[in-house]
């Protein structure tokens, strides 16, 4: 496999309390929380978010992007290319979807490590009301960049094992998944869980590992593989639930936060079979926890949020929304026309007096120049709230609508909506972000777009 060269990690701001279970259903629930993807994200608009975080500071753009998730927005159509153009990667490229199965994150892994490019791995989690996977799920995603250039880990060891067992399965429409008796996919994963990881070790010349990172929705396959490979500093998963596909890049992107040069780091995931892989850290890893958004900081900084507001998002119980009329649904050719601006927010700037449009134009508002124009992305700028309301009558999954007009550093203004926050945490001059969202759902298109939050979430 080619070397670790960067990787970002995305948690969604919102945080459901267990307790919050407790109090609904009247059942224990544990202590702590879990991270909850708001009513505009899915997992394509986190897969964008972890990736511009592993891009940042790579000008040279990925040969191909791997996407794996067990939520995918569409089916038919690939996701993986939705977040290509986000990332404003132009056409050339490839890009593709590995879906259906939390295996599918090692499947990117491997994919993108194997070739060099993105793998992007990403998920939400959902389940039953009551259930363990509702409340030790977690939803998130990760992202890790392999090839040519300064590494901050290598691939020293890997081994699989493949075995067909019914333990877990969701069938297609299903919300939420089934799984069989613990103690029958217990005796089955045993085995190959020892034989992979034994056989990683010895082809990475190691006896144990620094830190192990385990990931399995099998909650004592996963307790089983940390007793079978103790870690000599930390044994860990994601420390947000279980987040299938994301689940084991979360855990590594963790482990690589805290890790110290020439640490080996054991990654060990238990679905269908078991896949272990062995990485061992470079000084560049130094560089990037310098600058990293930290899994540990962002889990620090979430907001809480109510079981039934929770259960309206995942769309189990049906809110009433405001009563006007449905967004009509994305067309195809506007959308394809305006790719560049829809998905990458790439505006023009005037090169006759350096008015920065957006959307972009054709001939300038300032100096009226025509055809003058160069493209200026702005994914990246902040900006400044100039003005703002708060809609209470317009059509929205999660009412109120706040709408923000931005002033970007750099020149540019625009209205967006600003998410993730509540009316009484805005005002003229507050700092925002830009984040890619779903602004709706109509007729089973998803229409993709630019939101900002308030900056430093």
Not at 362 to 377: F, I, L, T
Not at 405 to 419: K, N, P, Q, S
Request: aromatic share 6%.
């Amino acid at each position: 496999m080619s070397d670790l060269l960067a990787y970002g990690v995305y948690l969604p701001r919102h945080r459901l309390q267990r307790a919050e279970l407790t109090q609904a259903l009247g059942s224990p629930s544990g202590k702590g929380s879990r991270t909850v993807a708001a009513y505009d994200e899915d997992s394509t608009t986190m897969g964008v978010e972890a990736a511009r975080r592993a891009l940042a500071g790579h000008n040279a753009p990925p040969p191909a992007i791997y996407f794996a998730t067990t939520s995918p927005a569409y089916l038919d159509k690939t996701n993986a290319s939705a977040i290509h153009a986000a990332l404003d990667l132009g056409h050339e490229g490839f890009a593709v979807d590995m879906i259906g199965s939390a295996r599918s994150g090692v499947g990117a892994l491997r994919a993108a490590g194997a070739s060099g490019g993105l793998a992007v791995l990403s998920d939400i989690r959902t389940g039953q009301p009551g259930s363990a996977d509702e409340r030790d799920g977690g939803d998130g995603a990760a992202a890790f960049l392999f090839g040519d250039g300064e590494p901050i880990a290598k691939v020293v060891g890997e081994a699989s094992a493949t075995a067909e067992f019914l333990d877990r399965w969701r069938t297609p429409g299903s919300s939420a998944s089934s799984s069989w008796e613990e103690r029958f996919g217990l005796e089955q994963y045993l085995p190959l869980i020892k034989d992979a990881g034994t056989r990683a070790l010895a082809r990475a010349g190691i006896e144990t590992a620094d830190r192990v990172v385990v990931s399995s929705a099998h909650s004592r396959a996963a307790a089983a593989a940390i007793k079978q490979f103790p870690a000599k500093l930390e044994t860990a998963g994601a420390p947000l639930g279980y987040a299938g596909a994301a689940d084991l890049g979360i855990g590594l992107a963790n482990a690589l936060d805290q890790a110290a040069v020439g640490e080996t780091i054991l990654l060990l995931s238990a679905s269908d079979g078991c896949d272990a892989i062995v990485l061992q850290t470079t000084p560049g890893l130094l560089v990037v926890q310098s600058d990293h958004q930290q899994v540990a900081s962002q889990l620090q900084s979430g907001r809480d949020l109510r079981y039934a507001t929770f259960l309206a998002w995942r769309g189990v119980i049906e809110r009433e929304t405001p009563r006007r009329p449905e967004p009509e649904r994305p067309a195809g050719p506007p959308s394809a026309r305006s790719e560049a601006w829809k998905f990458a927010f790439v505006g023009s700037r005037c090169t006759e007096c350096g008015r920065v449009h957006l959307p972009p134009a054709r001939v300038c508002s300032g100096c009226h120049a025509v055809d003058k124009m160069e493209r200026v992305g702005l994914a990246d700028a902040p900006g400044t709230v100039a003005t703002y309301t708060v809609d209470r009558l317009a059509f929205s999954p999660s009412p109120p609508m706040i709408d923000v007009v931005v002033d970007f550093d750099g020149g540019g203004r625009y209205t967006l909506e600003l998410t993730d926050a509540s009316p009484d945490e805005v005002a003229i001059g507050t700092r925002v972000e830009t984040t890619f969202r779903r602004l709706y759902t109509s007729g089973g298109v998803h229409n993709y777009f630019w939101k900002v939050r308030p900056s430093g979430q």
